[in-house]
Each structure stands twice: as C-alpha cells, then as structure tokens.
C-alpha cells in the first residue's frame, strides 16, 4: 500500500488498525466488561483528545511547547538511532548483559505465568468465571501498595538495586 493515497505503507498499519478498532467497538463486548458501542466512543474521543504535534497541542504553554519540541529534536539528532554491528558484536560478548537476560527470564516467566494462569486455576476450584476473575485482583491490588511503596522507600534511600534484589528475592 506504499503510496497509496500518498501515505507511506507504515501509515497505512495505523488506518487500518484505527479503522479495525472502531468497527470492533460498534459490537456489543460479550463479556459485558464496556457496554454497546463503549468503545467506538472512546475511538472518536481519542481523536479529538490527541494532539499530533506540540504546537498544536492547547493544554501546554508555549514554554513547554518550546522545551517538548528541543527534546524531540535532541532524540532525533541522537546517534541512538544509527546501527552498527561493531556494537552489537561488543553487547553479545559482554557477560553482564546475559546476566540481565538470564535475570529477566527469571522474572518474566514466574510473572507471566502466574498472572495469566491464575484466573483458570482458581475456576478449576470450582468458582464462575466471573468469580474467578474478581477473585484474582487482590493479590495485584497489595502488589500495588509494594510496588509505590518500595519506589517511594528506593528513592528515599537512593538504593533501587537492593530493593529489586530483596523483592526478587521475597517472590
């Protein structure tokens, strides 16, 4: 779809997929969580609600337009954005970045595990799926109050690193 309506072919993905999304929110959500047609609201409001540019954006002075606009030029002109081999041949070799990996695999696998399969184990405890469902929000709820609190106590502290440890630790 390059050039199609003189549109670049990534633009053409955001279309379609806003064009998706509004269609699919027409239909009533047979899970009753939005009611009819919730969603298609909420597409047009976005709309209206998101500002394309900081220029155009109302709800900033123009001192903030001005000091959003010098930031995304600062990430533009960066040289972030430019790849080399050389530095990636150096990220694979250093062992501290597989010592990341191997700790974030360790992190996400329990965590994504458990979130997800936790509504389905307690349904197997003889519970409704909406039971279930609610059944499983307070253990997010107090994971929550750790979460604010452990960023509060870190940044008291100055200490992330060891409160990501114990918490790793403690789950």
């Known amino acids: 779809m390059k050039g199609l309506g003189g549109l670049g072919g990534w633009s053409w993905i955001f279309i379609l997929e806003g064009i998706i999304t509004f269609v ?4 009533p959500n047979r899970h009753h969580c939005v009611p009819y047609g919730e ?3 909420i597409a047009c409001f976005a709309f209206w609600a998101m500002y394309d540019y900081p220029a155009t954006a109302k709800f900033l ?10 930031r995304l030029d600062a990430d533009q002109n ?5 790849f080399n081999m050389k530095y990636f041949k150096q990220a694979i070799s250093d062992w501290k970045i597989w010592v990341n990996c191997i700790i974030t695999i360790g992190i996400f696998t329990c965590l994504y595990s458990f979130s997800l399969f936790l509504p389905t184990i307690v349904k197997t405890l003889g519970y409704t799926n909406n039971t279930a469902q ?10 929550c109050f750790f979460c604010v609190g452990a960023g509060y106590m870190a940044d008291k502290h100055k200490q992330r690193g060891v409160y990501i440890i114990g918490f790793c630790i403690i789950a």
């Open 78 to 82: 960066s040289l972030a954005d430019e």
């Open 134 to 143: 609610l059944m499983t929000v307070p253990p997010y709820v107090v994971a």
């Open 61 to 70: 002075s123009e001192g903030e337009k001005a000091e959003v606009k010098r």
């Open 39 to 41: 969603l298609t609201y």
């Open 24 to 27: 699919v929110g027409m239909f």
